[in-house]
Structure formats: C-alpha cells, structure tokens
DNA sequence: CAAGTGTTTGCAAACGCGTCGCAACTGGCA
DNA sequence: TGCCAGTTGCGACGCGTTTGCAAACACTTG
C-alpha cells in the first residue's frame, strides 16, 4: 500500500523508469519544478535551483530541461515577447490567459474549445497532435 | 470609378494615411508580403524584397516590418521552434493548423471558438484583446 | 565496496534572431 | 529646387539559448 507520494519522487522515478540519470542538479531543478506555482523562466529557475543546491549552472538547468521536456515531465511554454516558461506536466491539461498588464499568467480548460479543436483537425484530414491557446487579456474595465 | 486595386495598392494607401513614407524598400517589401502564399519569416522576406530591389538590407526589412505591422497592415506570428513569422493583414482574421512533419501552416476559423474565448476572458473579469491558437497536427492515418 | 565507463557538469565561447547607433541618403513638402 | 526629419546600410550589440571541452560524477560490475 504505497502512500500518496510527493510529486517529486514521482517524477523521479518516472525518469529513472527512462533510464535518465538522477543527479543533485536534477533533483534540485526537479524540486523547484514540483513546487512552483507558476510558471518560470529558464532563468528564474536556475536561481530557484540555486536556493535548494548551490551547485546548479544555467547550462545545466537548459540541459536538463530539455531532457525532462522530452521524458514527459516539463511542458515548455513560449508566450509572447520572452524567453520560454516551464511548468511540471503532472497536472491535467489546461490553457493560458495571460494578463497583458502585469504579465500574469492564469490557467484555464474548456472542454467545449477541446472538442472543437479536434474536430476542426479532423475535418482538414489531420489528427491533434497538441495545441496552443493563449488569450491576451486586458483588466475589464468596470462601468 | 476606380476598379479593384491590388493589395500592394491599397496598403500604400492606408499607409501613406497613416504618415508613413514610402520608400523603394518598403514598396518591395510589401510587395512581397501582398504576393506571398504562405508565412514567410524575416529572413525569407529580405531575399524575396532583393528579388524585387536590390537595395534592401536585413535591417530594414525588420524595422519595415515593425512599422508595418503597429500600422496594423502586417500580422506576427510565433510558431513553435523559430522565429517570427508574418503575413499581409487584409484578410479575415483565422487562426492556424501546422502540419509537424511539414512545417505548413494552413488557415481555418471557427465562430464558435472565436465567442467561446471571448466568453471564457469575460468569465475571468478580462476583455480579450487578443489570441493565438495553434493546432500541431499530423496527417491522419488512413484505416 | 572499489574500479570502470559512459554521462553529466561548469565554464566560457559561440550561436541565432533581432535591435541599435551612426553617418549618409532621400521622400515629401514649400 | 532646396530643405530636413525620416529612413537606410552597416557593423556592433543584446539576450536567451546552445555547445565544446576537460573534470567530476552516477550507476554498474566484480
């Protein structure tokens, strides 16, 4: 009977099950990732990383992005004017709203807007491989 | 009576009412831009504008592109993995379908996702401003 | 539990895409 | 035709990201 397990040590061992090594800079990135409640930059996380184990370059914190990116468990984010933004993917599929104001980004899911995606894919004769649907937004103004 | 003109035509226009001048190198460039089929980026854009005029440097055509589009003639897109690519703005507005193995990009617009995002926005207390919606897709799979 | 081997790391240099400062040029107007 | 702010080409620069290399390391095997 194996209790809840952290989000961390999930993650790990669904790379270890990839055969990916677990190193103390991996382990550092991978707890910053499982913690964040947002959604951070390359950047923002080497210094995360750093708070947890001083030994983390920002070379490895790209590297290893890109290996937890393609073992499944980071998705990469490309919002407008910036660099990339990273956010663990154990958690069920949603889209973003970002606040063109304050940079703010929230999350969303639309089951309706789903189901139109795939049937529009499916109509042009492809299959939805993934998507991307970010809403730029502005504070509504009261009246 | 003026017969239909062309959408190079027609862009001088609203530009020149905008105070925008007009140079050799705009005129080339937009040239491209009202003939091309597809999304090209910057770069491709500088070769095809030196096929109309020779004297149209890289930088221009970046800062031609600039102006173009807060002039709202030009739209930027930002797919995945790549830079900036853009398109002549006097066609409806559509969101994309790009094939991943391909890299084509083609054109659909769905009303019912158009007022669905609008309503999600409001949902969250935010006026919509604007949006990017992109399906990566795959050609299906015959049975 | 130490040795062996392929991986991963830090560093700094290199990269790609886009921007900028500057001096020369030029479009649109008087 | 002449003026002059706006525009251009050039090369240098900026920023986020990637890479080459030698040293350090994780995991296996004996």
New interface residues.
């Given amino acids: 009977m194996s209790p809840k397990k952290s989000r961390v040590e999930d993650m790990e061992a669904a790379l270890r099950r990839a055969g990916v090594r677990m190193t103390r800079q991996r382990s550092a990135i991978l707890t910053v990732l499982s913690t964040a409640e947002d959604h951070p930059d390359a950047n923002e996380l080497h210094g995360r990383a750093r708070a947890v184990d001083e030994a983390v370059s920002l070379a490895t914190v790209y590297r290893t992005l890109a290996v937890l990116e393609d073992a499944g468990v980071v998705h990469r984010h ?1 919002f ?1 004017g910036g660099g990339a933004r990273f956010e663990a993917a154990d958690v069920p599929h949603h889209d973003h ?1 970002i ?2 104001e304050t940079g703010e980004v ?1 999350e ?1 899911r ?1 089951e ?2 789903e189901e ?2 795939a049937a ?3 109509e ?18 009261r009246s």
């Avoid at 649907?133 to 509504?140: A, D, G, M, P, V």
């Fill in positions: 490309a407008e709203i606040d063109l929230m969303f639309s309706k807007i139109l995606q529009i894919a499916a042009h004769g492809f299959e939805l491989v993934h998507h991307r649907l970010e809403l730029y937004c502005r504070k509504k103004r």
